[in-house]
């Protein structure tokens, strides 16, 4: 398996991140990918390259130029307010919520920060562009290597990507990369792409980007929103809309589901997903589903990921794997490569 490699990944490193009342360390730091980089090597699972840059027209099919101007300039915006502000990362504070305004950007940069944001949890920092621009060049080069002939691709790469919509960033996240390989794919002649996201929190970014598009499918297994995060999207009435009616399937679970249960979601994503008939697949590959996560609820051991990655390649279409979470740092490289080598093997 090729995997494109994000070397700019801890240019992103967020010092704090306010959860549940208080300001701790990340839970999102680089340490998690430098386990799974150190798990891959170990087991020698293909090639790592580094990607070849794309311009910003590829990151505008799926993201709107305005938050892309935001994001490129956003830290040069915060040190300017105050030069102290350099050893500080910049949290949001004010939202435009119900009834208030998003159509026109504020020159406060603070009032944008929150226009762009959806948590106080997603620290901005001088390095989150690079590293987030890179791993937009890591997605899209993968899914282009499947046009070249390879079965499968792994990006390998943080800050994350799924929460991240339109025009929006948080849950960690800047820029989509599941959703830029997909439409990467479409570009490169794909009639129809599939997402399978596996990560414990619900892609909301990813389906709202598509939500209304029947040339791409998205089926995520998740947390029930009612109690987890991303709270406001993920239910499973959510089908999808316009001509995008019926292409979303949510499968949430409740906290304490058990490997049994979980997998029984993930043999409906995947006859949904060969039902489909796309041309490509596009995995959202977090492992935030292990029982040992400290932010997470459910029950997977490390065993189960060779199974996950196994059934994956039954489905016997083309397939980009995305990092996404995963945050029992010392567990992740090896149930993400366990995935992968489950994939590989069958």
Not at 25 to 44: I, N, S, T, W, Y
Not at 82 to 90: L, M, V, Y
Not at 240 to 253: D, R, V
């Amino acid at each position: 398996m090729l995997t494109f490699y994000n070397g700019q990944h801890s240019q992103h490193a967020g010092k704090v991140e306010f959860f549940r009342g208080e300001l701790l360390p990340c839970f999102e730091k680089p340490q998690r990918v430098d386990f799974v980089l150190a798990e891959l090597q170990r087991r020698g699972l293909g090639e790592i390259v580094t990607p070849q840059g794309v311009p910003l027209m590829s990151l505008e099919k799926i993201h709107s130029p305005r938050y892309l101007h935001f994001l490129r300039h956003a830290w040069q915006e915060w040190v300017a307010l105050d030069p102290a502000n350099a050893e500080r990362d910049a949290l949001p504070a004010v939202w435009p919520i119900r009834s208030l305004r998003h159509d026109k950007e504020p020159d406060n940069f603070c009032a944008k920060l929150g226009l762009y944001s959806m948590d106080s949890g997603t620290p901005l920092t001088a390095g989150t562009w690079l590293a987030a621009k890179t791993g937009a060049d890591c997605a899209i080069n993968a899914a282009h290597a499947l046009n070249c002939g390879e079965r499968a691709t792994f990006v390998l790469s943080r800050p994350p990507g799924h929460h991240a919509g339109h025009d929006f960033f948080g849950g960690y996240c800047f820029l989509n990369n599941a959703a830029l390989a997909a439409q990467h794919l479409l570009d490169d002649g794909a009639r129809r792409v599939a997402i399978l996201d596996i990560d414990y929190h619900h892609g909301n970014g990813t389906q709202s980007i598509f939500y209304q598009r029947s040339d791409v499918l998205f089926v995520s297994i998740h947390a029930n929103p009612a109690t987890d995060f991303p709270f406001y999207l993920g239910y499973a009435d959510e089908t999808g809309a316009g001509e995008g009616a019926g292409w979303n399937l949510n499968l949430p679970l409740a906290q304490g589901s058990s490997a049994a249960q979980w997998f029984a979601a993930l043999e409906s994503a995947c006859l949904r997903i060969a039902a489909a008939r796309p041309d490509a697949l596009v995995i959202s590959l977090g492992v935030d589903t292990f029982a040992g996560d400290p932010i997470s609820h459910f029950l997977l051991q490390t065993s189960d990921y060779l199974r996950i990655g196994e059934r994956i390649a039954q489905l016997g279409l083309p397939t980009v794997f995305i990092f996404e979470g995963g945050y029992a740092v010392n567990e992740v490289g090896v149930n993400a490569v366990n995935v992968l080598e489950g994939f590989e093997t069958w």
